[in-house]
């Protein structure tokens, strides 16, 4: 069975072997890299874990018996505060299609509503078209807008 469980300082190392494993798997739907990550300290991954769910951020584990097999996060844009990112998105090639995506997307919007937001926006690689389809199965939209 699936859980989602929030990243925190006490599950930094299962956040960073997951994350590892997202850069390795799919080095070009990231904006980093295997390389740039792979040399944070453990102290590095403690602090970025806090980060990543705080008053500003929410990331997600998605766990199957306890094996991490996914990541996500919402982040509270600092210039807009009606705005939110869903981002950094992966999961494990064997689970894909089981719905974890759609219950990460559940709870990053639940979040993003408690704090106001009205726009959630996500970035894709343009030639993912799997993704693209999923998101907008969803209920979002193209904006017409790319990013190299």
């Keep these: 069975m699936i859980k989602l469980e929030l990243i ?6 299962v956040f960073k072997d997951i994350r590892l ?17 792979s040399t944070l300290t ?16 929410v990331a997600y584990l998605a766990l199957d018996n306890d094996a991490a097999v996914g990541i996500a996060a ?3 844009d600092r210039n807009y505060p009606l705005r939110a990112d869903l981002m950094s998105m992966w999961v494990a090639p064997t689970h894909r299609g089981t719905g ?3 219950l990460w ?26 993704a693209i389809a999923f998101y907008q ?6 904006t017409g807008r790319s990013k190299p």
Aim: with cysteine.
């Design 74 to 76: 919402g982040v509270l």
């Design 105 to 130: 997307v559940n709870a990053i919007v639940a979040w993003v509503c408690g704090h106001s937001v009205l726009h959630l926006y996500v970035m894709v690689t343009s030639n993912n078209d799997r």
């Design 42 to 57: 453990d102290a590095d991954w403690l602090k970025r874990a806090a980060q990543w769910s705080s008053a500003k951020s």
């Design 21 to 37: 494993r997202a850069l390795q798997e799919s080095p070009t739907a990231f904006s980093s890299t295997y390389t740039e990550e």
């Design 100 to 102: 974890i995506g759609r």
């Design 137 to 142: 199965n969803l209920g979002f939209v193209l």
């Design 8 to 13: 925190s300082p006490t599950n930094a190392p």
